[in-house]
């Protein structure tokens, strides 16, 4: 009879390294790196947070987990700098791509626009019952 409990990092571990191996290798040809790496940037001026974007990257791929400015500092370029500053790690990182988030009808949207994101897609429903989207762009 099989049973589902919950299990530990420690459980799976081995395992899971030895069949994502194996998977890997149908799907891409090759063993894929997966190495995650988080990171964290932030805008200060005379000491005061202005804005911070969390993120990671892993396969190749940058992730803005997070991004967000002081209300009285939108429009003034800071997101813009953070967002070139993951862009920067991830280029540094052998990344290709930059990709995120965010709610479909919020303004933010002409924001990643003006970044030359492009909209892939939609996530319907998604939280609090509001519609998403995809973002994403080639790292140059």
Known sequence: MVTISK???????????????????IHYGKDAKWNEKKFK???????????????????????????????DVRGKG??????????????????????LVTGKDW???AFYLKLGFINI?????LYYHTDFVIYSKPIK
Do not use: Q
Not at 12 to 18: A, K, P, R, S, V
Not at 83 to 92: D, I, L, P, Q, Y
Not at 121 to 125: A, F, I, R, V
């Open 107 to 109: 303004p933010e949207n």
């Open 41 to 71: 940037f932030k805008a200060v001026e005379n000491g005061k947070l202005l804005g911070y974007l969390l993120g990671k990257h892993e396969a190749g791929v940058i992730y803005i987990e997070s991004l967000i400015t002081l209300e």
């Open 121 to 125: 897609g939609t996530l319907p429903d």
């Open 78 to 99: 800071i997101g813009t700098m953070l967002v070139n500053e993951a862009e920067k790690f991830g280029k540094k990182l052998g990344a290709h791509r930059i990709w």
């Open 7 to 25: 299990a530990t990092k420690k459980d799976i571990l081995e395992w899971n390294m030895d069949e994502w191996h194996k998977v890997d290798l």
